[in-house]
């Protein structure tokens, strides 16, 4: 398996336009976590799925964030309007038992 | 509110001696602890875990100490060799999510 795969790996966009980042987690993996790096709070857990169902949404930081996860192998998570305060490197990660989870290379997202 | 922290933002090491990264965490029903590793431009990859019933768990130059009454965790890496300056990540585990700290970023001078 070639493991959890994010795209695009850079994404440079303006202050309001909207931005979708992607996420095929590795096959077999029930759990799909989408993570945010930043210096301030290291990774914080925003959204997670158990069987493509959202578990706990409760760090979306805003209603301009949502994520869907339509079947097993597909995720994307949409910031929309974006805002400079959003740039950071957005993790997706799967996992087979919920514990030990498996990162992608990230997304490094840049709103000016 | 951090329920996960780890107060050293960076750590330099000779290399061959031994680095010693801490972890604080705050919630008692944390019942597994992990510590991940990252390079840059790469996502975390998972390192060394321990189970809430034990108190040290050792693989190769790798070893987590766990002390429950303290909520404290610790990774001893010996010998530190230079492959082994990355960011290290603290990750507590509890009800299928993980709770990650902020990270220390350990740099091990040849």
């Given amino acids: 398996d070639a493991g959890v795969i994010q795209s695009p790996r850079h994404e440079v966009t303006e202050m309001g336009q909207e931005v979708t980042l992607r996420c095929k987690p590795i096959s077999g993996h029930d759990y799909l976590f989408w993570y945010r790096q930043t210096m301030m709070r290291g990774l914080e857990l925003l959204i997670y799925f158990n069987n493509n169902v959202p578990i706990d949404d409760s760090g979306m930081p805003e209603d301009r964030f949502s994520a869907k996860m339509p079947n097993a192998s597909f995720s994307t998570l949409k910031i929309q309007p974006s805002e400079p305060r959003d740039s950071a490197v957005y993790f997706c990660a799967s996992s087979l038992s919920g514990i030990e989870a498996f990162f992608g290379q990230g997304t490094r997202l840049t709103v000016v | ?110």
């Fill in chain 2, 1 to 110: 509110d951090q329920q996960v922290k780890q107060n050293s933002p960076s750590l330099s090491v000779q290399e061959g001696r031994i680095s010693i990264l801490n972890c604080d965490y705050t919630n008692s029903m944390f019942d597994y602890f992990l510590w991940y590793k990252k390079y840059p431009a790469e996502g975390p990859t998972f390192l060394i875990s321990i189970s809430s019933i034990k108190d040290k768990n050792e693989d190769g130059r790798f070893t987590v100490f766990l002390n429950k009454s303290a909520k404290h965790l610790s990774l001893h890496i010996v010998p530190s060799q230079p492959g082994d300056s990355a960011v290290y990540f603290c990750a507590a585990g509890g009800n299928e999510k993980l709770t990650f700290g902020t990270g220390t970023r350990l740099t091990i001078i040849p």
